[in-house]
Nanobody, 126 residues
């Protein structure tokens, strides 16, 4: 069992930045690839970014590439998502998720993740 707790969301003006954090507890954090997804009401949850268990590989949705940056600190059991140059369309609830590094799942496929946090709201005002 892995428990995930997101933090760092809030209200920010367009063009601003936020740093989201996801704290993990339970099983060995470094055994999991980590992802961030987001969801707005009435729409499906969508992939935002992912990072491999070692931090050596990162992946981004085209919509955030060049603006967002994912990182992790295995010593502190945390993963971060830095959101820069925010746009109104980035408004959503952001979720972190964990997928076993032994899985053959795809980083962008939410069904392949084993554990999810409760989410943190990001609101970008224009």
């Amino acid at each position: 069992q892995v428990r995930l707790a997101e933090s760092g969301g809030g209200l920010v003006q367009a063009g601003g930045s936020l740093r989201l954090s996801c704290a993990a507890s339970g099983r060995t954090f470094s055994s999991y690839d980590m992802g961030w997804f987001r969801q707005v009401p009435g729409k499906e949850r969508e992939f935002v970014a992912a990072i491999s268990w070692s931090g050596g590989s990162t992946y981004y949705a085209d919509s955030v590439k060049g603006r967002f940056a994912i990182s992790r600190d295995n010593a502190k059991n945390t993963v971060h998502l830095l959101l820069n140059s925010l746009k109104s369309e980035d408004t959503a609830v952001y979720y972190c998720a964990a997928m076993s590094k032994y899985s053959s799942g795809r980083y962008s496929r939410l069904g392949d993740y084993d554990y999810w946090g409760q989410g943190t709201q990001v609101t970008v005002s224009s």
